[in-house]
């Protein structure tokens, strides 16, 4: 029998109230699901900004032609996951430490940070991205290993929040995974 269209299946990916994406160290005990709660080890990100997050998926491929140019049979030889976004809370220490790397930023918001602009890497991430879908459904998505590798530019203008945008590369995990999701909607629920 055919598949049909069904509108209830059809949805808008919005972060929790709580907050969308968490970061913790490499080695925290990962969610296997999208309801459970983060490990504590998780620090919320705060607010992104209203762009939302981007997955990009890029496939390579080697064709095999035979003579005569046709293509015969074809290969994957990389495959790259990246997630982008903007973090827009600038005076939150957990995303200068994200940003910069723990080692760079010192101090407490209260008492006066400092952050120091250097060539060190800021490291692995876990990073868990959590969504509510229409219908009162939940999405997470995992990235058990995640390194930032882009950063754009950071602008200071009286018109615009000051944000870090942020282009995390997925590394393997143990199992050749980049990257999991995890939906449910409660049954019932349109």
């Known amino acids: 029998m055919p598949t049909t269209n069904t509108a209830n299946q059809v949805s808008v990916g ?5 907050g969308a994406i968490f970061s913790a160290p490499i080695g925290t005990t990962l969610p296997t699901d999208a309801t459970t709660a983060l490990n504590a080890s998780f620090n919320g990100l705060g607010y992104v900004g209203q762009d939302g997050l981007v997955h990009s998926n890029s496939l390579t491929r080697e064709n095999f032609r035979a003579w005569g140019g046709d293509i015969v049979d074809t290969e994957v030889t990389e495959k790259t996951d990246t997630f982008k976004f903007t973090l827009i809370e600038s005076l939150n220490a957990d995303v200068l430490k994200f940003v910069h790397g723990s ?3 010192a101090g407490s918001l209260a008492s006066g940070l400092t952050v120091k602009g250097n060539g060190i890497d800021p490291g692995e991430h ?4 959590e969504m509510i879908l229409r219908g009162g459904g939940a999405k997470r998505i995992v990235i058990p290993r995640g390194v930032l590798s882009e950063l754009g530019d950071v602008v200071y203008r009286d018109n615009e929040v000051i944000g870090y945008a942020c282009s995390i590369l997925c590394i393997a995990d143990t199992d050749g995974n980049t990257y999991y999701e995890y939906i449910v909607r409660p049954a019932g629920s349109t």
């Open 14 to 18: 919005k972060p929790k109230v709580s």
């Open 103 to 105: 080692g760079n930023v």
């Open 126 to 129: 876990s990073i868990a991205v």
